[in-house]
């Protein structure tokens, strides 16, 4: 493909973009100098990415006049400023390999992004897609046979998708909030191949038979040089430490010489392992000059079968070479060939040089894997000081920050590691950048990459769970679960791991199928259990819990949280127990059970403050103080907030910032400080604008639409909502968009648009019966009965109202239920049954008095004084309208000082006051036509015209 020709523009590689036309590189937008000649030889290798290009080639595209002399000379010197732009080197080559006498190839994964031409849209995975493909059939040493009914010209058009985020101990990952373009094609299917998967070695680690507890770092160091050893080459597929140290917690599997059968066989089914590494290692100390003497162990982990021991001595210092002279014999067993000299580098490069930095990335490693993340901290911080220039010393700590809630340090932390990959092998830079797009949200480039890894590694797992979760935070959901239907393939055990019907669980909540996720989670609690998972079955557990509230099954959710409590405490797992106490009060919130709620929060964060996790500690103090809100405490609730605000931003979290800011100015919304309100919320807009997240934007502007309404402003609210409208429509922000179509309705109902307001309410309120919420499905029937109401057919509406009221009382929602008792005694007051309207106010107040929302309560009271009214207590009805325009003056509330104003001159004519309620009600009508209130306007000249003579 000629770049230039083709219509392409741009060409992207991990943080590089080329612009072929302007010839420019930049580097996260930051350009780049490179001479013309370089430049034209990397567009042509990014042309054919994954491909040889020859240098006969190369020379007929640049120096078709040039001596072959000139042109070798000039080549080579073109490829070394090349490689010095791009931060590369011969020896271990991110980007551009060198093939010896024959050419060079572009080996990192490339996206073409679409050019803006007219036409049908480009599908931007596919190109990946085809790249990818073509790059593995090159350099991947695992075999993959095509099946045979199918087209080799299929190759270029199929994908293979997957990815598994950073998560609470590797079983839930953090959902994204971006969303990034997808291709349902590539993402969604791959090829229909048999792969045959390398001898897969799991490090399960080493005795210490010195007993020194100084020297226990010496095991983690070990198993990882040896681990990294073992993988060199890719002809062996190694299984990850942290994968080793949650199945040696789970299985309670003590440190050994070497394992029984049975044993051998529960490692097999959690680690999908065909062999196991045992030993022990006896420091001699100091006074033997740090020697260390390494004994290891082989075994079949489905025979039980010992197929070698080995016995080196080397020392502390040199535990580099002695794991590469223990892992030559462990590859010659396994008939694997020994790694180059390259690649033995890139193992070495794994771990620091000193011992000290070594220790302690060691020591850091085993903590963060033991689930102490502020321990792991500390020492990971020390090894990066004493050694800057390690890829893996970065992202561990990258991890430790992030688990601790730092997420703007853990994103400096994964770019340190991405620039410093360049010495590891293959796998580990495609998977150090794919770590560093996780932790910057650049979901489509974090998708591409992992995808990357499976496509050059299909027998690895793990890659394909991480493809998926990364589609599942890039709220591609449907593509995730196609996914994973192609992971259930694989060859067995990898087909049958719980993780799949866990990652898959996450997939289905994404798109509101809780039944689904209910479902997939019993599965994966079934078979951890099985397998003596105990984690996983606790994560497992713990999505249930929200997916069987959502359902309302209250006593299966409640149960699956207390069992998952306790898995978490038994396992050390204090972080996950932290939050499954958020994600308990948050049940028990949304079933009215307030001061049960403030007690699972309040413990919460208790346990995030032990545990140092930061993040979680402004996720409870922002969900503590909503229950703070609620039950009226609105001081307390602005404490909070406020201290959620803090923490955010020593953190760096913009998500949890966003929030806490946005409930914040939600409070100043509720308490009726609409200037307040406004200006956050037109803070809060810029900030998201900023950020480019559409259900964040659109979010913002609905409230700002809200604010608007209130203030009067009937244009400025319709243009906020409308855009708010379209933005949730494009990022599928089902239940925001509910909330955003119910607040256009009332704009336009007060415009006098009547039959579209009802559409938008209609609109609304299919979306609520679509995801099930019941409290918001009982406030479109609200809101609808309303418009039945100003339609003129008020008998329409009684008996939903008294339905959504009683449904509204079950679920404790105070503010809604409030809201809705005026509209009920509105219509009861329209069919000329004013008593029975003045006794279900009489019987509402209770819950008026319970109301944190000023609108609503004004609500409440303009009704109240119409129920008075209608009922012959013109005096009582008229004092009860004056004292609350006074209160709306006062807010700024200019729809409801129309509608008081309204009230207050039918009253005052029905009273005997003709002459003052008339002329209220002619500049009332001035006023509300200028204001575009067009239906109070008309309703204003209705009750003229009646209260005018005919003749």
């Not at 002809?235 to 059968?261: F, K």
Request: net charge negative; charged share 25%.
């Amino acid at each position: 493909m000629d770049l230039g020709s083709s219509g392409q523009k741009t060409a992207r590689f991990g943080l590089f973009e080329a612009d072929v036309q302007q010839r420019v590189l930049t580097k996260n937008g930051l350009r780049l100098r490179l001479q013309d000649q370089p430049f034209q030889v990397l567009a042509l290798l990014l042309e054919r990415p994954g491909e040889l290009v020859t240098r006969e080639e190369i020379q007929q595209r640049l120096w078709p006049a040039d001596t072959y002399v000139a042109f070798d000379d000039g080549l080579n010197t073109a490829i070394k400023k090349l490689r010095s732009a791009l931060s590369d080197t011969a020896d271990n080559p991110r980007f551009i390999e060198t093939v010896p006498r024959r050419g060079y190839r572009f080996v990192a994964p490339v996206t073409f992004p679409a050019p803006a031409v007219a036409g049908p849209p480009a599908k931007p995975e596919s190109a990946v897609a085809e790249n990818i493909l073509i790059a593995a059939r090159e350099s991947s040493r695992i075999v993959i046979e095509s099946s045979p009914s199918r087209s080799p010209r299929l190759w270029g058009a199929i994908a293979v998708a997957l990815v598994l985020a950073a998560g609470t101990g590797g079983y839930l990952y953090r959902a994204g909030h971006r969303r990034a373009p997808d291709s349902p094609q590539a993402s969604t299917s791959r090829l229909v191949s048999v792969i045959k998967p390398r001898p897969s070695v799991a490090v399960m680690g080493f005795r210490n038979l010195s007993r020194a507890t100084e020297e226990a770092w010496i095991s983690t160091a070990l198993s990882e040089l040896l681990t990294t050893e073992l993988a060199s080459g890719e002809e062996l597929r190694t299984v990850p430490g942290e994968s080793v140290a949650r199945t040696r917690a789970n299985l309670s599997l003590p440190d050994s010489d070497s394992y029984a059968q049975d044993t051998l066989a529960r490692i097999r089914k959690n680690l999908d392992a065909d062999y196991i590494v045992v030993g022990s290692y006896f420091d001699l100390g100091k006074r033997s000059g740090g020697s260390v003497r390494l004994d290891l162990r082989l075994q079949n982990a489905q025979t039980g079968e010992t197929l070698a021991t080995v016995s080196e001595v080397g020392t502390e210092v040199g535990l580099p070479a002695l794991a590469a002279h223990a892992g030559a014999q462990v590859r010659s067993k396994l008939g694997a060939a020994q790694p180059s000299p390259a690649q033995s580098a890139s193992a070495t490069a794994s771990l620091p040089s000193g011992q000290e930095a070594t220790r302690l990335y060691s020591e850091g490693l085993a903590k963060l894997r033991n689930l102490d993340s502020l321990g792991a901290r500390s020492l990971l911080e020390k090894a990066v000081a004493l050694e800057p220039s390690v890829a893996l010393v970065h992202l561990a700590l990258a991890d430790a920050l992030s688990d601790l809630g730092y997420e703007a340090k853990a994103r400096e932390e994964a770019e340190k590691a991405f620039d410093a990959s360049g010495p590891l092998s293959r796998e580990q830079r495609l998977l150090v950048e794919a770590r560093y797009h996780e932790a910057t949200h650049e979901w489509d480039k974090a998708i591409e990459t992992f995808r990357a890894l499976y496509t050059f590694f299909p027998d690895n797992l793990e890659y394909g769970l991480r493809l998926a979760a990364a589609q599942v935070s890039a709220d591609r959901g449907q593509n995730a679960i196609a996914t994973l239907t192609e992971l259930r393939k694989l060859p067995p055990p990898a087909a049958d791991d719980p993780r799949i019907d866990l990652t898959e669980g996450g997939a289905a909540r994404s798109i509101g199928n809780y039944q689904r996720e209910a479902d997939l989670m019993s599965q994966a609690v079934e078979k951890g259990r099985t397998i003596g998972a105990r984690l996983l079955v606790a994560h497992a557990r713990h999505s249930q819990c929200w997916a069987l509230h959502k359902m309302g099954q209250v006593e299966k959710s409640h149960e699956a949280c207390a069992e998952a409590k306790r898995l978490f405490a038994e396992a050390g797992d204090r972080v996950s127990v932290a939050s499954l106490l958020v994600t308990s009060a948050a049940v028990l919130e949304e079933q009215g059970h307030l001061a049960d709620a403030e007690a699972s929060y309040e413990e919460a964060i208790k346990v995030y403050r032990e545990a140092g996790a930061q993040g979680g500690l402004a996720v409870a103090f922002n969900n503590l103080a909503i229950v703070q809100r609620n039950i009226g405490n609105h001081p307390a609730a602005k404490k909070m907030y406020e201290q959620a605000i803090s923490i955010a931003r020593a953190t760096g979290d913009k998500h949890i910032l966003i929030l806490a800011q946005g409930n914040l100015a939600d409070l100043s919304f509720f308490d009726g400080d609409l200037r307040q309100a406004r200006s956050s919320f037109e803070d809060l807009l810029v900030t998201c604008r900023e950020l480019g997240s559409k259900d964040r934007i659109a979010l913002q502007l609905g409230n700002l639409g809200d604010v608007l309404f209130f203030q009067g402003d009937l244009s400025g609210a319709q243009r906020a909502l409308e855009e708010s409208v379209t933005l949730d429509s494009e990022s599928g922000e089902k239940r925001q968009l509910g909330y955003h179509l119910a607040s256009l309705g009332d704009v336009l109902q007060a415009e006098g648009r009547l039959p579209e307001a009802r559409q938008q309410r209609l609109e609304a309120l299919k979306i609520r019966n679509e995801l099930g919420d019941q409290g918001d499905i009982a406030d479109s029937q609200v809101f609808l009965a309303d418009s039945s109401i100003e339609e003129g057919h008020a008998a329409d509406s009684e008996a939903p109202l008294r339905e959504a009221i009683a449904k509204l009382q079950s679920l404790k929602m105070v503010d809604d239920e409030a809201y809705a008792y005026p509209v009920l005694a509105r219509a009861l007051v329209t069919e000329g049954k004013a008593r029975e309207a003045l006794t279900t106010m009489e019987q509402a107040a209770p819950v008026a008095r319970k109301c944190s929302d000023r609108g609503v309560r004004f609500v409440f009271a303009i009704e109240d004084a119409r129920t008075q009214a209608a009922n012959g207590k013109y005096a009582e009805a008229i004092a009860r309208i004056q004292y609350t325009l006074a209160d709306l003056n006062k807010y700024g509330y200019a729809g409801y000082q129309l509608e008081a104003r309204l009230l207050l001159g039918e009253a005052e004519i029905k009273a005997g006051k003709k002459r003052e309620g008339e002329a209220r009600l002619k500049a009332l009508q001035k006023d509300a036509e200028g204001k575009g209130f067009n239906l109070i306007a008309r309703k204003a000249l209705s009750v003229l015209d009646l209260s005018t003579p005919k003749g």
